[in-house]
């Protein structure tokens, strides 16, 4: 089971480079969203969907674009990277809500330096 | 909003020693707890949650937890750790009826021999 697959999991990138970040399930979950990791701070909300065509913002959405054009894919957009964005990014899915007791399912992480 | 607090950022203990996370929350609705673990250089993976029920909730890997409401705690316990427990390990909450989660920053367990 494939489960959660981001890509690429490293990337450099030059400063005002754009890039997209793409995470699929295969799992048929309706949730999906992206957290960004940086030392010392956790693991923060950039964007989540609850469901095709309906995205909406986290904690830290500045400088991120996100689209859900179908259940599985729900890639992460970087318009103008900046060395603030160097972190690890991580993609979650999950059936439903939490109230229904369905996990929250992480993919592997995408490691992105920019230079 | 809610908010996360682990109060500990490294906890370095022996091995076959017990060990306790500390984490607190604030949160102005009902929410749901997790504990996840994160080993080197990989993905979260779920130890434990507490959605409802009994407030002693067991998880993977021989850890438990408590929910403590009037304290708004929800401490990740273990009686005995090995090495292979080295690892961060982040405490998360739910509001009900979502499927985001506010992380804390995070516990660095380190199991020396």
């Known amino acids: 089971n494939a489960g959660v697959t981001q890509t690429p999991k490293f990337q450099v990138l030059k400063t005002g480079q754009s890039m997209t970040l793409q995470c699929a399930q295969d799992?048929?979950?309706?949730?999906m969203s992206w957290y960004r990791q940086d030392p010392g701070m956790g693991l923060r909300l950039i964007h989540y969907?609850?469901?095709?065509?309906?995205?909406d913002q986290g904690e830290v959405p500045n400088g991120y674009n996100v689209s859900r054009s179908t259940t599985e894919d729900f890639p992460l957009r970087l318009l103008s990277a900046a060395p603030s964005q160097t972190s690890v990014y991580f993609c979650?899915?999950?059936?439903?809500?939490?109230?229904?007791?369905?996990?929250?399912?992480f993919g592997e992480g995408s490691w992105l330096t920019v230079v | 909003a809610q908010s996360v607090t682990q109060l500990d950022s490294q906890v370095p203990v022996f091995e076959e020693a017990p060990v306790e996370l500390r984490c607190n929350y604030s949160?102005?609705?009902?929410?749901?707890l997790f504990w996840y673990v994160q080993y080197p250089n990989q993905g979260l993976q779920l130890l434990l949650k507490?959605?409802?029920?009994?407030?002693l909730v067991k998880g993977i890997n021989g850890f438990e937890a408590e929910f403590n409401k009037s304290q708004t705690s929800f401490h990740l316990r273990k009686p005995s750790v090995h090495i292979s427990d080295t690892a961060e390990y982040f405490c998360?909450?739910?509001?009900?009826?979502?499927?985001?989660?506010?992380f804390g920053k995070g516990t660095m367990l380190l199991v020396s021999p």
């Open positions: 799992m048929n979950h309706e949730y």
């Open positions: 998360a909450v739910s509001d009900k009826g979502y499927s985001t989660l506010t």
């Open positions: 949160s102005s609705v009902s929410v749901y």
């Open positions: 969907s609850v469901g095709a065509g309906i995205t």
């Open positions: 507490y959605l409802s029920g009994s407030t």
């Open positions: 979650a899915s999950s059936k439903s809500r939490t109230s229904s007791g369905n996990t929250i399912y």
